[in-house]
């Protein structure tokens, strides 16, 4: 399995922009698919996006598609999120996930979880 260590959370103002990252250490980064979730206060965690081991296909869920984007850097072990034009809806933990089977995004049944960094979007 991997490790995963999130980061880059913090309080915004609706509107503006946080670019969160997940540092990988372990087994071979590029085996794996990489996907982000969240938790808002009082809700279940929910996918938010996930994208393959090349890199080549993403996949987003409709509340933040246009707004998010994932990426990953293989070199560096490490996937990012950006995420523009916040909501205060967006206000979550934002958990980093591991999987080798790109198909079991968006379940929760993923091979490797972070901790989770938390985000505050005001308005």
């Known amino acids: 399995q991997v490790q995963l260590v999130e980061s880059g959370g913090g309080l915004v103002q609706a509107g503006g922009s946080l670019r969160l990252s997940c540092a990988a250490s372990?087994?071979?980064?590029?085996?794996?698919?990489m996907g982000w979730f969240r938790q808002a206060p009082g809700k279940e965690r929910e996918f938010v996006v996930v994208?393959?081991?090349?890199?080549?296909?993403?996949s987003y869920a409709e509340s933040v598609k246009d707004r998010f984007t994932i990426s990953r850097d293989n070199a560096k072990n490490t996937v990012y999120l950006q995420m523009n034009n916040l909501k205060p809806e967006d206000t979550a933990v934002y958990y980093c996930?591991?999987?080798?089977?790109?198909?079991?995004?968006?379940?929760?049944?993923?091979?490797?979880w972070g901790k989770g960094t938390l985000v505050i979007v005001s308005s």
């Open positions: 994208i393959s081991w090349s890199g080549g296909t993403t």
């Open positions: 372990g087994r071979a980064f590029s085996d794996y698919a």
């Open positions: 996930a591991a999987d080798r089977r790109y198909s079991d995004f968006p379940t929760n049944a993923m091979d490797s």
